[in-house]
């Protein structure tokens, strides 16, 4: 079964930077459409960044010039690298991932991904996530 697992996520001040990391077992894949959400207590899971596998990626203007998507094939790992964290930044942070390119061209990619996260959601597919806290 495939499982992915996210961890890299603390607490830090404003200002700061994380990498998350997301490893995935049981799976060797080659095609990826993948992507970054995030959820706060009473509101809905937002993706945040996405990357298809060709190298195209994008991200939520909220997080744009700050956040940075990457994907190791080698290792099967997906990161995101974030810098210049805001307390609004604080959340729990997940990842998804099709097997299969995203199928819409990069300026659009932020699209698949919400539809990915509807179809995770749907399926109960969500792992633990990993909890990233900033302070002001």
């Known amino acids: 079964q495939v499982r992915l697992v996210e961890s890299g996520g603390g607490s830090v001040q404003a200002g700061g930077s994380l990498r998350l990391s997301c490893a995935v077992f049981?799976?060797?894949?080659?095609?990826?459409?993948m992507g970054w959400f995030r959820q706060v207590p009473g509101a809905e899971r937002e993706g945040v960044a996405a990357?298809?596998?060709?190298?195209?990626?994008n991200y939520a203007d909220s997080v744009k010039g700050r956040f940075t998507i990457s994907e190791d094939n080698a290792k099967r790992i997906l990161y995101l690298q974030m810098n210049s964290l805001k307390p609004e930044d604080t959340a729990m942070y997940y990842c998804?991932?099709?097997?299969?390119?995203?199928?819409?061209?990069?300026?659009?990619?932020?699209?698949?991904?919400?539809?990915?996260?509807?179809?995770?959601?749907?399926?109960?597919?969500w792992g633990q996530g990993t909890q990233v806290t900033v302070s002001s």
């Open positions: 990357i298809d596998s060709d190298g195209s990626t």
């Open positions: 998804a991932a099709d097997w299969d390119r995203c199928g819409l061209p990069a300026e659009s990619l932020m699209t698949a991904i919400q539809n990915l996260g509807v179809i995770w959601t749907h399926l109960g597919k």
């Open positions: 049981g799976y060797t894949y080659t095609s990826y459409c």
